[in-house]
Nanobody, 127 residues
């Protein structure tokens, strides 16, 4: 059974930093797309940052470029999201996701191909 478990969320003031972790079990990360998505109250879920775990290529939403960094450790079956210069508009539930199929080229920010999801971790940024 594939499980994705997120951790690292919390409450911070604007300008602060958080590091989210996503630990994968029941699946060995190889040539896959993985990513972080978020959903704020009343809004649709959106792609934040994704990574091709074989090639290391990444994709970022325009709203987080230069502030968020996605990284991985395949040996630990873990993906991280380092978030800096946080803004109140970053407040959301953050979800880790895995596409169990092969990942080619730049990983998509569209959630369609991602078929495994974590339960989410809340990030709240106060002004």
């Amino acid at each position: 059974q594939v499980q994705l478990v997120e951790s690292g969320g919390g409450s911070v003031q604007a300008g602060g930093s958080l590091r989210l972790s996503c630990a994968v079990s029941g699946f060995t990360i190889g040539s896959n797309c993985m990513g972080w998505f978020r959903q704020a109250p009343g809004k649709e879920r959106e792609g934040v940052a994704t990574i091709n775990t074989r090639a290391g290529s990444t994709s970022y939403a325009d709203s987080v470029k230069g502030r968020f960094t996605i990284s991985q450790d395949r040996a630990k079956n873990t993906v991280w999201l380092q978030m800096s210069s946080l803004k109140p508009e970053d407040t959301a539930m953050y979800y880790c996701a895995l596409d169990g199929g092969l990942c080619f080229g730049s990983p998509t920010l569209n959630e369609g191909p991602y078929n495994y999801w974590g339960q989410g971790t809340q990030v709240t940024v106060s002004s």
